[in-house]
């Protein structure tokens, strides 16, 4: 099981980012999806989880902000984010329990700064 995630880079407050996770060696649409982030110092910590038949969760945090999706097709997770903050900054990782096992992709970089 592969999960390469993408998107992240470095923006200023208030803009937005889009990342995408691709998830391979997996039967994508049967499995609840998740991003964490984990900001330097601190411990990694849950951002959002999108269930099989697309019901959504958010950290308090980033909800109203934040949107995870989905594409079965493309067996593909995103999350858009917007009006980004400083204290948003971490490495984001996409996750996915499958076959007994838990998956972490390698990680992109969000950085909010001015």
């Known amino acids: 099981v592969q999960l390469q995630a993408s998107g992240g880079g470095l923006v200023q407050p208030g803009e937005s980012l889009r990342l995408s996770c691709k998830a391979i060696?997996?039967?994508?649409?049967?499995?609840?999806l998740r991003w964490y982030r984990q900001a330097p110092g601190k411990e990694r910590e849950f951002v959002a989880t999108?269930?099989?038949?697309?019901?959504?969760d958010y950290a308090d945090s980033v909800k109203g902000r934040f949107t995870i999706g989905r594409d079965n097709v493309r067996r593909t997770l995103s999350l858009e984010m917007n009006n980004l903050r400083p204290e948003d900054t971490a490495v984001y990782y996409c996750?996915?329990?499958?076959?007994?096992?838990?998956?972490w992709g390698r990680g992109t970089q969000v950085t909010v700064s001015s």
């Open positions: 996750n996915v329990d499958a076959r007994g096992s838990t998956y």
């Open positions: 060696g997996i039967n994508f649409r049967l499995y609840a």
């Open positions: 999108i269930s099989s038949d697309g019901n959504t």
